[in-house]
């Protein structure tokens, strides 16, 4: 079984065609203490309809190496005060931000709100080189999303001013055709001393 894969990037902050907020309640804000339990469990709460597989074998010791990047940065939705979604945002590499993972809770789909959650990450990956010293401006930010997705993603991204550039297919591992078991999701084995991450 194949999946298809499509690339989408912006180059000017000019692009980003926001969407008006669809719920007064909705806000977005980032999460500026890394909490690597808190990357992984959304990463399994929005991912898991949509085989999300490539990082549910990750150890500790690589969810937390890369929340606790500084070039990472965490994005969360709240409607009414409670966690709606979630984006990352990667600028390891220099000039580009990647939103690594996008999206909403299952409750909270099929509310209007993905639009508007995206355009605001959008609006704030071009602001990723203001928010960290020594970081370089940002040229692009890109994305990647494949034909197992959120049936609405494609048309999302691109209403929201993202450019597809490239397409690939590659073939689907077991993993990623079959839904993982709630009970046999990857837990830690011990919380992270926040105060060391200060």
């Known amino acids: 079984m194949s999946s298809t894969i499509w690339y989408l990037e912006t180059r000017s902050p000019e692009h980003v065609r926001p969407k008006e907020r669809p719920d007064a309640e909705a806000v977005v804000r980032q999460s500026r203490i890394p909490v690597p339990e808190l990357n992984r469990f959304c990463y399994i709460t929005v991912g898991s309809d949509w085989q999300w597989t490539d990082r549910l074998a990750w150890s500790d010791a690589e969810w937390r190496e890369f929340a606790t990047d500084g070039n990472v940065e965490t994005w969360l939705l709240h409607v009414s005060g409670t966690p709606a979604g ?25 509310r209007r709100l993905g639009g508007w959650f995206l355009g605001e990450c959008l609006s704030e990956a071009w602001r990723f080189s203001a928010r960290g010293e020594g970081r370089p401006r940002t040229e692009r930010v890109w994305l990647h999303t494949c034909s197992e997705d959120d049936p609405h993603a494609m048309s999302n991204y691109q209403a929201r001013g ?30 992270t001393d926040y105060r060391r991450l200060r």
């Open 86 to 110: 979630y984006c990352e945002m990667d600028g390891r590499i220099p000039g580009e931000v990647e939103i690594a993972s996008f999206g909403l809770f299952p409750a909270f789909r099929r």
């Open 162 to 191: 993202m450019r597809w550039y490239r397409t690939e297919t590659t073939e689907l591992c077991r993993a990623a055709r079959e839904r993982t078991p709630l009970g046999s999701r990857p837990r830690f084995a011990a919380p």
